[in-house]
């Protein structure tokens, strides 16, 4: 069965429901999900995932240190990532705090180990990934559960090609 892992920071718990909707969605989408706090994860996840949906709120125009500590550990890994679906997801407290280059910051990561990057589709009116300002709403939810929808289908089918 096709394997996705979400991996997230959160200090407020906004970035944490977001995941948990993320993973809904990716479940929805057929995969067997599995949810992890970036304090939690290890690199030994990320190898047994197919797709992986990172996520970290917006500090100062970026990711939060934990996830980005997560991420640059993640060269001891380098080569076995390739070829995976990535996605991000982000929650700031301001519209114009950053989120679309938090989402960019997360993504190169991603492009680094050489995964293939899962965009926000179009009806929910993202680009880089979900976003959400403050505590997530209906429609940053929407977004949240289509991504996650998203990276399992897509998983499903570039693991099995």
Known sequence: MTKVLVVYHSRS???????????EGAKSGG????VKKVEEA?????IGAD???????????????????FIDGSVRVRGKLEDKIGA???????????NETTLLSLIQGMLIHGMV?????????????????GS??????KSCRKLGERVAKLAKVVGGA
């Open 88 to 98: 991000a997801f982000t929650s700031s407290g301001s519209p114009t705090g950053g």
């Open 117 to 133: 990057i899962v965009g926000d589709p179009l009806e929910t009116g993202g680009h880089y990934g979900a976003v959400a300002v």
């Open 13 to 23: 718990g906004n970035t944490a429901k977001m995941a948990q909707v993320v993973a």
């Open 51 to 69: 797709g992986i949906v990172l996520g970290a709120p917006t500090y100062f125009g970026t990711l939060s240190a934990e996830m980005k500590g």
């Open 42 to 46: 290890a690199l030994e996840d990320l």
């Open 136 to 141: 997530p709403d209906a429609e940053s939810l």
């Open 31 to 34: 995969a067997d999900v599995v």
